[in-house]
């Protein structure tokens, strides 16, 4: 069970924290919603919960709860810079389809 | 794949939920509605696990209304409040109803549409239509469990602009959102994923309960063109039903059908119908009736009886399917594909024909009554935002007619050409033909024929306030629009002074199926003959406007001319006017054109000249440069 970060994320989860001026991580939950079944959720850490699942890449924190677990193992958040956009990328290799607008997926 | 921003703890915002969408098949004998559900298009039943809802809808006294099943039952004994086969209505008036007199209805004239007057007061084909469309509505939401952001509507291909409005209006009442209308046979190919094809050549064979309808279309870089279309609007399942009594009557020595008691008539029918759909299924098939005596009579039917005796009718429906390959000027051989639409199409008679005809396995995979609301059902899909990005395909239509404007001498400007992919948008200049005009009738029309008289006027609207100018030298933008539905608008704007008018096109009456495929052959037909009458008529134009030309320059300036040259000019002229008021032939009319202006070359120099020396007046050279 894994969950990792690009060095480009690391880099932005970073940035963002020192900008928020506080917390401890960054947490990376899946939720059923959304037009394909589940959506990503991508959240700053204050506190970590008893069940949670902790990971460390380059000196930041993730954390996963055990029910989204399941459907990130393996995954690789990016931070990537498209057009005017930038923002994080879920690379879920659990993920079989995605919904049109991409905020969903199906497993 | 959108790109995610970090939240705060508990606040990631929730994705857009799945948009409910659904493709209704409103149709002369039954609609139906489907939905997409986890990627797979599926027919919604209703509380009694019925697909099919019977398009009949009953009113009743105190504004009561029942659709469906509960209210074809009662259509014998209330015939007049019982409405079957509304679709045959819309957008239609009176005089276009040819079938009116054998209809148990009290038709009215209303604006533009028949009205039909009921136990309830006067109901529009409209209003019945939404009647319909309401009960579907709700079966939908019932069973998807909230309201429909959106719905696309199939109509027959040959629906033209009148129709169109009223499904459209139809939905309106319903309280439905229509995201497309869609055309039948380009659904049932969708529904099949031929537009997936990078290109080829369909042919849909429908055959419902009271129609059939054949249409041949061509799909190239994903726009479905509508090449023919063709059928019979009196032809389909019942009157299978209708031989297969005829044929018991017949091994019992009845006299026919029309011999029987109305309630003996009916059952014999149901009984038809059942041996109908039981031999689909199995080789013979057994009927009963019992008679006014209290008798019963038998007979079994078998598979190849069945054929015999419905020969005449298959064949009904080849012929027509031959005629719109021919008007589509195609083979059967440059057919790549054929679905079978309609619950008709389950009869094996009519699939071996088809079979036999187009010399291939035709498609069937999907139920033939779903089959066109499965294929709306997949656009609406699409079109409500909730497709995959890899198939977010747009499927395209296309005029069948080309639009235009009537212009000076009766001819039209063709501004939308026939089969442009919907929607499109087109402008036209135009100008003033009379110096001082400050109005402009603009006459919309609809045809392939070169003159007004021969194509279908659409609509009429003037634009007013034009600035007072010189001939030619107003600009009139004609703009039309034909939004996605085929429904045209038509905006006229004086450049300058920025002066609009604008019309919705709602003609007041259709064009029939046969009608858009006359009219297409006529111009076939008759371009030559129309490309001469163009020719005449524009040298007629051209010769009134060189005559208002000379004569208002000869107004201003004829004392710049001699009296031999003026005599000259003004004898031309005589000529001329003597040739157009004479109708003369395009040769005639040309030559004394061309010897109006050699007349008048010189005067125009001496014009020139004049005006120059007169705005040079009083300059110095240094001024000028």
Not at chain 1, 64 to 74: H, Q
Not at chain 1, 75 to 95: H, I, M, Q, S, W
Not at chain 2, 209 to 224: C, E, H
Not at chain 2, 567 to 589: C, G, P
């Amino acid at each position: 069970m894994s969950v990792s970060l690009t060095p480009a994320a690391v880099n932005h989860v970073k940035k963002s924290l020192a900008k928020r001026g506080g917390g401890i991580g960054l947490r990376l939950a899946v939720k059923t919603s959304g037009c394909n079944g589940f959506a990503y959720a991508l959240e700053f850490v204050d506190a970590v919960a008893a069940d949670d699942e902790c990971f460390e890449t380059l000196g930041v924190m993730v954390v996963v709860d055990p029910r989204s677990l399941g459907m990130l193992d393996g995954t690789e958040l990016d931070f990537v810079r498209e057009g005017l956009n930038e923002g994080f990328k879920f690379n879920n290799p659990n993920a079989k389809a995605n919904c049109g607008c991409g905020e969903s997926f199906a497993v | 794949m959108a790109l995610l921003q970090i939240s705060e703890p508990g606040q990631s915002a929730a994705p857009h939920q799945h948009r409910l969408a659904a493709g209704i098949d409103l149709g002369t004998t039954n609609s139906l509605i489907a939905t997409v559900q986890s990627a797979v298009a599926r027919a919604l039943p209703d509380e009694q696990g019925a697909l099919l809802l019977p398009s009949v809808v009953r009113y009743l006294p105190g504004n009561g209304v029942v659709v469906g099943r509960e209210a074809q039952a009662s259509q014998s004994e209330d015939p007049q409040n019982t409405i079957v086969s509304v679709k045959r209505f819309m957008g239609r008036s009176l005089a276009d109803l040819k079938e009116a007199d054998g209809l148990p209805y009290q038709f009215t004239d209303g604006a533009g549409m028949v009205g039909i007057n009921t136990v309830c007061g006067e109901r529009s084909p409209i209003q019945v239509s939404a009647a319909i469309l309401t009960a579907l509505r709700e079966r939908a939401e019932a069973s998807l469990g909230g309201p429909l952001a959106g719905v696309v509507i199939t109509v027959p291909a040959y629906f033209d602009d009148a129709q169109r409005q009223a499904t459209k209006d139809a939905a309106r009442l319903a309280g439905l959102t229509v995201l497309r209308l869609l055309n039948e046979p380009t659904a049932a190919a969708v529904a099949y994923g031929l537009d997936k094809a990078a290109e080829g050549t369909f042919a849909i064979y429908d055959l419902g309960g009271g129609t059939f309808d054949i249409s041949i279309l061509r799909l190239s870089k994903g726009v479905f063109e509508v090449l023919a279309t063709g059928g019979d609007s009196a032809l389909g399942g019942d009157d299978f039903d209708q031989v297969i009594a005829e044929w018991f009557c017949r091994q019992h020595g009845i006299d026919g059908l029309a011999a029987l008691a109305p309630g003996a008539q009916r059952s014999l029918l149901m009984a038809a119908r059942a041996a109908k759909e039981a031999l689909s299924l199995h080789e013979t098939a057994a009927l009963s009736l019992t008679v006014a005596d209290g008798t019963a009579r038998q007979a079994i039917l078998s598979r190849a009886q069945f054929a015999e005796i419905s020969a005449a009718l298959i064949e009904q429906t080849l012929r027509a399917t031959k005629r719109a390959l021919r008007d589509a000027q195609l083979i059967v051989d440059d057919i790549t594909g054929v679905v079978l639409v309609g619950g008709s199409t389950r009869m094996p008679v009519a699939r071996d024909a088809v079979r036999a005809f187009f010399d291939r396995e035709p498609l069937d995979g999907i139920d033939p009554d779903q089959v066109v609301a499965i294929g709306a059902a997949l656009q609406a899909n699409i079109l409500a935002g909730n497709g995959a990005a890899e198939d977010d395909w747009l499927l395209l239509d296309v005029c069948p007619l080309s639009l235009g404007i009537e212009t000076m001498g009766g001819l039209v400007e063709k501004i939308i050409p026939r089969n442009s992919t919907l929607p499109v948008a087109r402008a036209q200049e135009f100008t003033t033909f009379k110096d001082g005009q400050t109005a402009m009738s603009l006459h919309v029309v609809q045809g392939e024929r070169e003159s007004v008289a021969h194509c279908r006027s659409l609509a009429r609207f003037e634009l007013r306030g034009i600035p007072p100018a010189v001939a030619g030298s107003v600009h009139i933008r004609v703009s039309f629009q034909i939004d996605a539905d085929g429904l045209l608008s038509v905006t006229a704007r004086e450049q300058g002074s920025g002066i609009e008018a604008h019309i919705e096109v709602k003609p007041t009456y259709g064009l029939a199926d046969d009608q858009i495929t006359s009219m297409l052959k006529d111009a076939a037909s008759a371009s030559r003959e129309d490309m001469a009458l163009r020719s005449l008529r524009e040298a007629q134009v051209d010769a009134r406007r060189l005559l208002d030309a000379t004569s208002s320059a000869l107004a201003e300036d004829a004392a710049l001319l001699s009296e031999v040259d003026l005599k000259a000019i003004q004898h031309t002229m005589f000529v001329l006017a003597d040739a157009l008021e004479t109708d003369a032939a395009l040769e005639a009319l040309r030559t004394a054109s061309a010897a109006l202006s050699r007349a008048t070359d010189g005067f125009a120099a001496l014009r020139m000249n004049a005006s120059i020396a007169k705005a040079l007046e009083g300059r110095t050279m240094d001024s000028l440069t």
